[in-house]
């Protein structure tokens, strides 16, 4: 253990707020995260044995990523550094790196935890490489963003990422019970009482994040004055006002933000509508833009509906304009109409598909000349070098349809649109089918 002063600083502790005071001080105090904590699991075991390396705590926020670091820091023999990405710039990092390469020269490794990691740009991740190389520090990371996405290659690959999942609403009920417990850190030295059905309901307010649980049951203490009986009750109207408005974790240019859609995109494709609405709710009601959410559903109208019902786009084009012109909350039921109306239509990605291979051969194939006779002969010159000539025009045969080539001849009979069974989709198939036996005919 090092001799350095506790990073739990018991006056700071019992002045702060709940959620501080009642930050796990060990690993048996901890909470959760039991796949990374559990006994015998790889995180507990390179704690325990003292054996950190530089790594990455990827979760959301209240899950105990700092709290660990500081576990981490209490078990190790390295002197330990606190930096926030928010308030730290290139200058501090350089002298915190400066006195580390100083530390390991007298025998003694400096532990840098940086919460908030994924606030630092590339330049100021890069300062850190080289020391985390020499072995002058031992880096934890705290983000709440992919780290694929946030943080460069190269500090990424000389670290191990953990990834901390939201707490379970057990487990949440455990550290709110042991703040009710607790009488020198927690509330403990207050009459409360508080049924376990509310206990439940943080629980569930809070998210998965411990923190928003413990400052929740902390307003509802100090915001309810004791009955006759000198006793706090903490009823359901008291939790009312302590939850406002529940926040759901949304960044909506992280990765939640395509979580989400995606689950959104992936519900409408497996025509699952109560599935589409909770996650356009989510969405919505975390802020996510409306119009953005609508040119998705466009999308989806073209990509995994199609043909089989040729409406579907309308009411997709349709819920864009709606929340164009009136905007949130009112065109939150517009959407929803759209959602419900392209979950239960047929699907085909017949469309998709098809033109992903006509993609793929005007990428991949010879970049073959328009055919002479489909190409425009707007003057005489190009009259008279043989453009447009043998154009057949479709509109003098009586069935409106020629025998004429229309594709390069690298690619002459190649078929891309293949419609399916699927709703109206049938029809453009039989149209289809009519068509080439017409042009067969002649």
Same mark, same amino acid.
């Given at each position: 253990?090092?001799?350095?002063?506790?990073?739990?600083?018991?006056?700071?502790?019992?002045?702060?707020?709940?959620?501080?005071?009642?930050?796990?001080?060990?690993?048996?105090?901890?909470?959760?995260?039991?796949?990374?904590?559990?006994?015998?699991?790889?995180?507990?075991?390179?704690?325990?044995?003292?054996?950190?390396?530089?790594?990455?705590?990827?979760?959301?926020?209240?899950?105990?990523?700092?709290?660990?670091?500081? &576990?981490?820091?209490?078990?190790?023999?390295?002197?330990?550094?606190?930096?926030?990405?928010?308030?730290?710039?290139? @200058?501090?990092?350089?002298?915190?790196? @400066? %006195?580390?390469?100083?530390?390991?020269?007298?025998?003694?490794?400096?532990?840098?935890?940086?919460?908030?990691?994924?606030?630092?740009?590339?330049?100021? %991740?890069?300062?850190?490489?080289?020391?985390?190389?020499?072995?002058?520090?031992?880096?934890? !990371?705290?983000?709440?963003?992919?780290?694929?996405?946030?943080?460069?290659?190269?500090?990424?690959?000389?670290?191990?990422?953990?990834?901390?999942?939201?707490?379970?609403?057990?487990?949440?009920?455990?550290?709110?019970?042991?703040?009710?417990?607790?009488?020198?850190?927690?509330?403990?030295?207050?009459?409360?009482?508080?049924?376990?059905?509310?206990?439940? @309901?943080?629980?569930?307010?809070?998210?998965?994040?411990?923190?928003?649980?413990?400052?929740?049951?902390?307003?509802?203490?100090?915001?309810?004055?004791?009955?006759?009986?000198?006793?706090?009750?903490?009823?359901?109207?008291?939790?009312?006002?302590?939850?406002?408005?529940?926040?759901? &974790?949304?960044?909506? @240019?992280?990765?939640?933000?395509?979580?989400?859609?995606?689950?959104?995109?992936?519900?409408?494709?497996?025509?699952?509508?109560?599935?589409? &609405?909770?996650?356009?709710?989510?969405?919505?009601?975390?802020?996510?833009?409306?119009?953005?959410?609508?040119?998705?559903?466009?999308?989806?109208?073209?990509?995994?509906?199609?043909?089989?019902?040729?409406?579907?786009?309308?009411?997709?084009?349709?819920?864009?304009?709606?929340?164009?012109?009136?905007?949130?909350?009112?065109?939150?039921?517009?959407?929803? %109409?759209?959602?419900?109306?392209?979950?239960?239509?047929?699907?085909?990605?017949?469309?998709?598909?098809?033109?992903?291979?006509?993609?793929?051969?005007?990428?991949?194939?010879?970049?073959?000349?328009?055919?002479?006779?489909?190409?425009?002969?707007?003057?005489?010159?190009?009259?008279?070098? !043989?453009?447009?000539?043998?154009?057949?025009?479709?509109?003098?045969?009586?069935?409106?349809?020629?025998?004429?080539?229309?594709?390069?001849?690298?690619?002459?009979?190649?078929?891309?649109?293949?419609?399916?069974?699927?709703?109206?989709?049938?029809?453009?198939?039989?149209?289809?089918?009519?068509?080439?036996?017409? %042009?067969?005919?002649?």
């Amino acid at each position: 253990m090092s001799n350095q002063t506790s990073i739990f600083d018991k006056e700071e502790r019992i002045s702060g707020p709940l959620a501080d005071r009642m930050r796990p001080r060990n690993l048996d105090e901890f909470v959760g995260q039991e796949h990374l904590l559990g006994e015998g699991k790889i995180l507990r075991k390179l704690i325990e044995s003292d054996s950190i390396t530089s790594m990455i705590l990827w979760g959301p926020p209240g899950v105990g990523k700092t709290t660990l670091a500081r &576990i981490i820091a209490e078990r190790t023999n390295a002197k330990f550094e606190n930096f926030s990405a928010v308030l730290s710039g290139i @200058k501090e990092i350089r002298e915190v790196m @400066k %006195q580390a390469e100083r530390n390991r020269l007298y025998g003694q490794r400096t532990l840098l935890f940086i919460d908030e990691i994924h606030r630092f740009n590339k330049s100021q %991740q890069d300062a850190f490489l080289p020391y985390v190389e020499k072995g002058d520090i031992i880096l934890i !990371g705290a983000t709440t963003e992919n780290p694929s996405f946030e943080l460069n290659s190269a500090l990424l690959s000389r670290s191990k990422v953990f990834v901390l999942k939201p707490l379970k609403p057990e487990d949440i009920i455990v550290l709110l019970k042991k703040a009710l417990k607790d009488e020198k850190r927690g509330l403990g030295a207050i009459k409360i009482h508080i049924a376990n059905e509310t206990l439940e @309901k943080i629980s569930v307010y809070a998210n998965g994040d411990a923190r928003v649980a413990l400052n929740t049951l902390e307003l509802a203490v100090l915001s309810t004055n004791p009955s006759s009986d000198g006793v706090i009750r903490i009823t359901d109207e008291v939790l009312k006002e302590a939850f406002q408005k529940k926040t759901l &974790i949304y960044d909506k @240019k992280g990765e939640e933000h395509y979580n989400l859609i995606s689950a959104f995109h992936k519900s409408i494709r497996n025509s699952d509508c109560d599935a589409a &609405i909770y996650w356009l709710a989510r969405m919505l009601e975390a802020g996510e833009d409306p119009l953005y959410i609508a040119r998705r559903m466009i999308r989806i109208a073209s990509e995994d509906i199609g043909l089989a019902d040729p409406k579907a786009i309308e009411q997709a084009v349709a819920a864009f304009h709606s929340a164009h012109f009136i905007g949130m909350p009112e065109c939150s039921t517009s959407l929803a %109409q759209a959602a419900v109306y392209l979950a239960l239509s047929p699907k085909s990605n017949a469309l998709y598909t098809a033109y992903l291979e006509a993609k793929k051969d005007a990428l991949e194939t010879i970049a073959e000349p328009v055919p002479m006779h489909i190409r425009n002969a707007p003057t005489k010159l190009m009259k008279e070098l !043989g453009y447009g000539e043998g154009y057949k025009y479709a509109h003098d045969f009586e069935d409106k349809v020629a025998a004429m080539q229309c594709l390069p001849d690298n690619l002459s009979g190649k078929e891309y649109y293949r419609p399916t069974t699927s709703g109206e989709e049938k029809l453009f198939g039989k149209r289809k089918s009519q068509i080439k036996q017409l %042009q067969k005919d002649k």
